[in-house]
């Protein structure tokens, strides 16, 4: 999909015309808009509407939104330039933004209907059902008892990095559903980088499910952020299958869902993977491919072992591996 930048409109350049310029666009997609959606509720009544493409075109036009928006703020911040060379650099380098800026959210919508090409035109909308989960998470692939810390290391692009993934005593209730709360501690450098609690819960079938996360980042001991922060049931979020009862090669399946926060994809790649860590030799283990359209150089194997869990993450783009080295159990 081209979308036309606003600095391509005649006179952008020009400080009598940059006001009107700029704004015609915007007032031109609005009216545009309105009859798409027309257009889509009419399909949708007539059982034609392709659902998740629907979801993927309207999160690439809030994307192409928020770049407009962020050039159009920079513009502002141009005009108080007192120099006119440094104007003119100043609006050169808010036009090559918006263009990046633009081209990410045609990746991130090609990758979302690549997605939908394989999950069906169907809104995503899993049914919860309280009644229908149970108190422990016994799945052989994902085994979750609590007062068990899975400890990996391995080696990021900013230096050595250690992971504890620590399965607590606390729960929380998500939907009604009673979760086993998850803390995943990141370090790189000896320095800590990611602190995150993530909560879990399994069905009678034996899936495990991914009912959100509390995710910070952290720099120089300060929280910085809080990204991929989620909730089933809050803001449009929705709870994802972090791991299947039954796996078979080919499965393509939503780990979460919180449009523009929290998109994980995992496919089944392998049930028979022989895998060498620290902690050990396995044989029969399962191997996804996760994905993400919120940063497509975020794709990753990793390996389930029968018994223990995840034992091996290998970054694909990279080549780097985090590998399990310890279990400790209190």
Not at 18 to 36: I, T
Not at 50 to 59: V, Y
Not at 199 to 214: K, P
Request: charged share 25%; hydrophobic share 35%; glycine share 8%.
């Amino acid at each position: 999909m081209k979308t036309r930048l606003l600095s391509e409109e005649p006179g952008i350049g020009d400080d009598r015309s940059r006001d009107r310029s700029v704004r015609w666009p915007v007032r031109k997609r609005l009216a545009l808009g309105a009859v798409a959606v027309l257009l889509l509720a009419s399909r949708a009544g007539a059982g034609g509407a392709n659902l998740c493409r629907q979801t993927a075109q309207h999160a690439a036009d809030s994307c192409e939104a928020g770049v407009r928006s962020d050039y159009l703020l920079a513009l502002g911040k141009c005009d108080n330039l007192r120099d006119a060379a440094d104007r003119k650099a100043c609006r050169q380098q808010a036009s090559a933004d918006q263009e990046e800026g633009m081209n990410t959210c045609d990746e991130q919508e090609g990758a979302r209907e690549a997605a939908c090409r394989k999950l069906g035109a169907a809104p995503y909308d899993p049914v919860i059902d309280p009644a229908r989960f149970v108190a422990a998470i016994d799945n052989p692939y994902l085994p979750l008892t609590p007062g068990t810390t899975f400890i990996y290391e391995g080696q990021a692009a900013e230096g050595p990095e250690h992971r504890e993934l620590i399965v607590t005593h606390n729960t929380r209730d998500i939907l009604g559903v009673r979760c086993v709360e998850v803390r995943d501690v990141v370090m790189i450098n000896d320095e800590l980088e990611e602190d995150t609690l993530d909560w879990f819960a399994q069905d009678v079938d034996g899936n495990v499910w991914y009912f959100g996360e509390n995710s910070k980042q952290v720099a120089d001991g300060l929280i910085v952020g809080l990204e991929g922060t989620w909730t089933a049931g809050v803001d449009g979020a929705k709870a994802g299958i972090i791991m299947e009862a039954h796996n078979a090669v080919g499965d393509f399946y939503r780990q979460e869902f919180s449009l523009d926060t929290a998109e994980d994809f995992a496919e089944v790649q392998g049930l028979t993977e022989s895998v060498t860590v620290p902690y050990g030799s396995f044989r029969q283990c399962l191997k996804t491919i996760e994905t993400t359209p919120l940063n497509l150089s975020d794709v990753s194997n990793k390996f389930y072992c029968p018994g223990i869990g995840e034992v091996l993450t290998r970054d694909l783009p990279a080549g780097e591996s985090l590998e399990l080295v310890e279990v400790r159990t209190e």
